[in-house]
């Protein structure tokens, strides 16, 4: 055990003083959520003062009656409901105006005089207030009606108001789906920063095992420590830095979701769910442990990193699917396609996430598929400590796809 965290602490000091790991994997999500906090208080105490303001404003207009001018005549009957105090009668337009800018109303109607064929009613203001401009539109519509209606306030009323329609949806409340634009694109958001957390440490970890491999240090380590320990000390620290950028861009999504604001078109109520940033982090670990591996077997085997495309594209090529089909899955998350990915060991990382974001999963579905990731996670990591072994044989031999399969299965 003390070997094994030697050798992740080694590893985790030479993949820090990597600049592009430390710039995608830690600066550039700190920056991002910087931003993000910065863009988002700006903007709530920009609009707390600008709604602070347009408050104060309509209520000083709110607490002023508003005028009208019939120049149709049609208004002869007050309706008992309606407040005598909040509209004011003027006989002429010119009457109207002086109480306006008296400021003893806070604006006029002015009734068309063809109202009946026309429709036409225009409020006259002495300026715009989004908040306070037509507060009393409701009060002259009414009383337009229940004259219309022969002084019937009960009809006017009902005219006014035809309509009390309630929505009952057959769908199950965990199936809503968020239509800003946050609400969409969140599960597409989740996949990929596990699709990134996945590829990147990989290929740091090829890399690292190429160099050690042609500065000799491989076979320095491997007469003081046994394969178990080189694998699962170099997986586990690499993994640990992956799980760290993880938990830095769902930072990042927290920061954006929670301050954003109207600034970046976020819904009030919308929230990162704990339990989804949770499973996101075993996800990451049972997924990566299963790469994780089987990259360090093509680092322990590839002569340089050129020979190590092909072999890492074919290693890749299930999650690299599972990326490409939930991208379109997205739509139907209870297909049985989906379902499938979510499930299979190799593709579940990346699909189950996105299930979880776009709909609610099973507990069952998600917690199988959790231990299928471990399970597989350990048989790979005991078939890649035979790369190691076999390593000291095969050094100089060209990496194919084949080569690697063959090794890894204990046939080469």
Same mark, same amino acid.
Do not use: C
């Given at each position: 055990?003390?070997?094994?965290?030697?050798?992740?602490?080694?590893?985790?000091?030479?993949?820090?003083?990597?600049?592009?790991?430390?710039?995608? @994997?830690?600066?550039?999500?700190?920056?991002?959520?910087?931003?993000?906090?910065?863009?988002?208080?700006?903007?709530?105490?920009?609009?707390?003062?600008?709604?602070?303001?347009?408050? @104060?404003?309509?209520?000083?207009?709110?607490?002023?009656?508003? #005028?009208?001018?019939?120049?149709?005549?049609?208004?002869?009957?007050?309706?008992?409901?309606?407040?005598?105090?909040?509209?004011?009668?003027?006989?002429?337009?010119?009457?109207?105006?002086? @109480?306006?800018?008296?400021?003893?109303?806070?604006?006029?109607?002015?009734?068309?005089?063809?109202?009946?064929?026309?429709?036409?009613?225009? +409020?006259?203001?002495?300026?715009?207030?989004?908040?306070?401009?037509?507060?009393?539109?409701?009060?002259?519509?009414?009383?337009?009606?229940?004259?219309?209606?022969?002084?019937?306030?009960?009809?006017?009323?009902?005219?006014? =108001?035809?309509? *009390?329609?309630?929505? $009952?949806?057959?769908?199950?409340?965990?199936?809503?789906?968020? *239509?800003?634009?946050?609400? *969409?694109?969140?599960?597409?958001?989740?996949?990929?920063?596990?699709?990134? @957390?996945?590829?990147?440490? #990989?290929?740091?970890?090829?890399?690292?095992?190429?160099? *050690?491999?042609?500065?000799?240090?491989?076979?320095?380590?491997?007469?003081?420590?046994?394969?178990?320990?080189?694998?699962?000390?170099?997986?586990?620290?690499?993994?640990?830095?992956?799980?760290?950028?993880?938990?830095?861009?769902?930072?990042?999504?927290?920061?954006?979701?929670?301050? #954003?604001?109207?600034?970046?078109?976020?819904?009030?109520?919308?929230?990162?769910?704990?339990?989804?940033?949770?499973?996101?982090?075993? +996800?990451?670990?049972?997924? +990566?442990?299963? +790469?994780?591996?089987?990259?360090?077997?093509?680092?322990?085997?590839? %002569?340089?990193?050129?020979?190590?495309?092909?072999?890492?594209?074919?290693?890749?090529? %299930?999650?690299?699917?599972?990326?490409?089909?939930?991208?379109?899955?997205?739509?139907?998350? $209870?297909?049985?396609?989906?379902?499938?990915?979510?499930?299979? %060991?190799?593709?579940?990382?990346?699909?189950?996430? #996105?299930?979880?974001?776009?709909?609610?999963? %099973?507990?069952? =579905?998600?917690?199988?598929?959790?231990?299928?990731?471990?399970?597989?996670?350990?048989?790979?990591?005991?078939?890649?400590?035979?790369?190691?072994?076999? =390593?000291?044989?095969?050094?100089?031999?060209?990496?194919?796809?084949?080569?690697?399969?063959?090794?890894?299965?204990?046939?080469?």
């Amino acid at each position: 055990m003390q070997k094994t965290l030697m050798i992740m602490a080694a590893e985790i000091r030479t993949s820090l003083r990597r600049k592009s790991f430390v710039i995608i @994997a830690i600066v550039a999500p700190v920056v991002m959520g910087l931003i993000a906090l910065g863009i988002g208080l700006a903007s709530r105490n920009a609009m707390e003062d600008t709604l602070a303001a347009a408050t @104060a404003a309509a209520a000083v207009a709110a607490s002023r009656p508003a #005028g009208y001018v019939d120049s149709a005549g049609l208004i002869r009957i007050l309706p008992a409901d309606l407040p005598a105090d909040q509209l004011i009668r003027y006989d002429d337009e010119a009457a109207a105006q002086a @109480a306006l800018h008296a400021n003893t109303i806070a604006g006029y109607y002015l009734i068309a005089p063809d109202y009946v064929q026309s429709g036409r009613v225009t +409020y006259v203001t002495p300026e715009f207030r989004v908040l306070s401009d037509r507060l009393d539109a409701g009060l002259i519509e009414h009383l337009l009606l229940a004259n219309l209606l022969g002084g019937d306030a009960a009809l006017a009323s009902a005219v006014q =108001q035809p309509l *009390e329609v309630r929505t $009952t949806s057959l769908a199950p409340a965990a199936a809503a789906t968020d *239509e800003s634009w946050i609400g *969409e694109m969140f599960p597409l958001f989740m996949v990929l920063i596990l699709y990134m @957390a996945l590829i990147m440490p #990989g290929g740091i970890l090829i890399n690292a095992l190429i160099d *050690e491999k042609k500065n000799r240090v491989m076979e320095v380590l491997m007469t003081s420590v046994s394969a178990a320990q080189m694998v699962t000390g170099k997986v586990a620290a690499l993994g640990l830095l992956g799980l760290l950028m993880t938990a830095l861009w769902l930072g990042v999504l927290w920061a954006i979701s929670s301050f #954003g604001g109207s600034a970046l078109a976020i819904p009030a109520g919308f929230s990162l769910p704990i339990s989804l940033l949770l499973w996101a982090l075993i +996800y990451f670990l049972g997924g +990566y442990a299963i +790469y994780g591996a089987q990259f360090a077997g093509i680092g322990a085997l590839a %002569p340089d990193v050129n020979q190590t495309k092909s072999v890492t594209w074919i290693v890749m090529m %299930p999650i690299i699917i599972a990326y490409m089909f939930m991208a379109t899955s997205f739509s139907n998350p $209870t297909g049985p396609f989906t379902v499938f990915l979510s499930l299979f %060991p190799l593709t579940s990382s990346v699909a189950m996430i #996105g299930r979880m974001a776009a709909t609610e999963v %099973p507990l069952w =579905q998600a917690v199988l598929a959790a231990v299928l990731q471990f399970v597989t996670a350990y048989f790979i990591i005991r078939l890649t400590a035979r790369l190691f072994r076999a =390593q000291h044989l095969l050094t100089g031999q060209p990496l194919t796809p084949k080569v690697f399969y063959k090794t890894l299965l204990g046939r080469a």
